[in-house]
């Protein structure tokens, strides 16, 4: 079963690549995305 499980996510894994969406999604939530530093704590603010 071992070699069933890993033949097969090693073939189905060599082709991924991410949409231009999402990584367009990730860029624009990372610039939206403020942390700030408290004294005890950190809070994220996202800014839309």
């Given at each position: 079963?071992?070699?069933?499980?890993?033949e097969n996510s090693v073939e189905k894994n060599?082709?991924l690549e991410p949409k231009?969406?999402?990584?367009?999604?990730?860029?624009?939530?990372?610039?939206?995305?403020?942390?700030?530093?408290?004294?005890?704590?950190?809070?994220?603010?996202?800014?839309?």
């Open positions: 079963m071992a070699k069933i499980y890993s060599k082709n231009e969406e999402t990584i367009e999604f990730l860029l624009n939530y990372s610039k939206a995305l403020k942390v700030v530093k408290g004294k005890q704590k950190k809070y994220e603010m996202l800014l839309n």
